[in-house]
């Protein structure tokens, strides 16, 4: 059984940086893709980025292109969500999900298992 852990979230101000981290247990973690998605409150949960198994391939939310990164080590069975340039309208609950297929996803029926979550909070 798979298992994932998000840590790294907090409070941080506008044009700050945040780093996530997802641990993951149990499974080959080498083989799968990986994805972050975000909920702010009140609204539906949204993709955010998507990694590759060999973290070659990554995609994005246009509303987050060029501010935040997605990369993975394998060694260490663990995906990172890296956040520059915070905005307070990234303030949500971030997840980190699983792909048993080795590629991410933008959609989220397409992810096998999820995580908690980590609160990011961003205050203007």
């Known amino acids: 059984q798979v298992q994932l852990v998000e840590s790294g979230g907090g409070l941080v101000q506008a044009g700050g940086s945040l780093r996530l981290s997802c641990a993951a247990s149990?499974?080959?973690?080498?083989?799968?893709?990986m994805g972050w998605f975000r909920q702010a409150p009140g609204k539906e949960r949204e993709f955010v980025a998507g990694?590759?198994?060999?973290?070659?391939?990554?995609n994005y939310a246009d509303s987050v292109k060029g501010r935040f990164t997605i990369s993975r080590d394998n060694a260490k069975n663990t995906v990172y969500l890296q956040m520059n340039s915070l905005k307070p309208e990234d303030t949500a609950v971030y997840y980190c999900?699983?792909?048993?297929?080795?590629?991410?996803?933008?959609?989220?029926?397409?992810?096998?298992?999820w995580g908690q979550g980590t609160q990011v909070t961003v205050s203007s």
């Open positions: 149990g499974g080959t973690f080498s083989r799968y893709g």
């Open positions: 990694i590759s198994w060999s973290g070659v391939t990554t």
């Open positions: 999900a699983l792909r048993l297929n080795g590629f991410g996803s933008m959609w989220e029926p397409e992810y096998d298992y």
